[in-house]
Nanobody, 124 residues
């Protein structure tokens, strides 16, 4: 299993970024996917999750209405569109593989495989 996140960068508050996570080594369309983030010195926190078929999503309250997850199963890629970014969104963003056809999880322990992360920095 390999997960490769990309698309991070530095933006000013109010700006947008779209993160991508390219998956390989497993049947992508069978699994829920999640995004988490981790700021320096802080715990890894849930951002959002999307079901295997893209029909269900779950978001942390802190990003609801600003972030949107989507996926392209034929291309084995999951996306995180981030709008109206705030300095508090600054973190390393990591994609992760969730369960197979199950309920969407929001705890890191529910995700078995992780990508290396991509840095997002939002300046005020």
């Amino acid at each position: 299993v390999q997960l490769q996140a990309s698309g991070g960068g530095s933006v000013q508050a109010g700006g947008s970024l779209r993160l991508s996570c390219a998956a390989s080594g497993f049947t992508f369309s069978d699994y829920d996917m999640g995004w988490f983030r981790q700021a320096p010195g802080k715990e890894r926190t849930f951002v959002g999750a999307i079901s295997w078929n893209g029909r269900r999503t779950l978001y942390a309250d802190s990003v609801k209405g600003r972030f949107t997850m989507s996926r392209n199963n034929p291309e084995n890629t999951v996306y995180l569109q981030m709008n109206t970014l705030k300095p508090d969104d600054t973190a390393v963003y990591l994609c992760a593989r969730g369960g197979e056809y199950g309920p969407l999880g929001s705890h890191p322990s529910e995700y078995a495989y992780w990508g290396q992360g991509t840095q997002v920095t939002v300046s005020s």
